[in-house]
């Protein structure tokens, strides 16, 4: 049974990815939730006026996972994947488009 969405937030997932022919499952982030969204007739502009709450990230940072693969182009070495982690997220109000 699919659940309500809740309050914009950070989520983790676990997914997995290929990266340079190695598989790995790796912990993803996301923005994800709720954002108040609302439409009204200006009067002045005789047009309509919508403006869209979007869950974006506030904070990130770059997280290296080293994966379970030896990197082709560093003999000896691990292979590496640079990831964007989002440590908190906002609802962002935008103009919507048509």
């Known amino acids: 049974m699919p659940t ?10 676990q997914e ?3 990266f340079k022919g190695c598989m790995a499952n790796v912990t993803v982030t996301r923005c994800e939730g709720t954002c108040i ?3 009204s007739f200006n009067t002045i502009t005789q047009q309509m006026d ?8 506030l904070h990130s940072h ?5 994966l379970p693969c030896p990197d082709p182009s560093a003999p000896g070495q691990w292979l ?10 906002e ?5 919507c488009g048509d």
């Open 16 to 18: 997995e990815i290929t």
């Open 4 to 13: 309500s969405p809740g309050v914009c937030s950070v989520q983790e997932r």
């Open 37 to 39: 969204s609302a439409a």
């Open 50 to 57: 919508a403006h869209c709450g979007c869950c974006r990230p």
């Open 91 to 95: 609802c962002s109000s935008v103009a």
């Open 80 to 89: 590496v994947l640079t990831l964007q982690v989002f440590s908190r997220c």
């Open 62 to 66: 770059e997280q290296q996972l080293e």
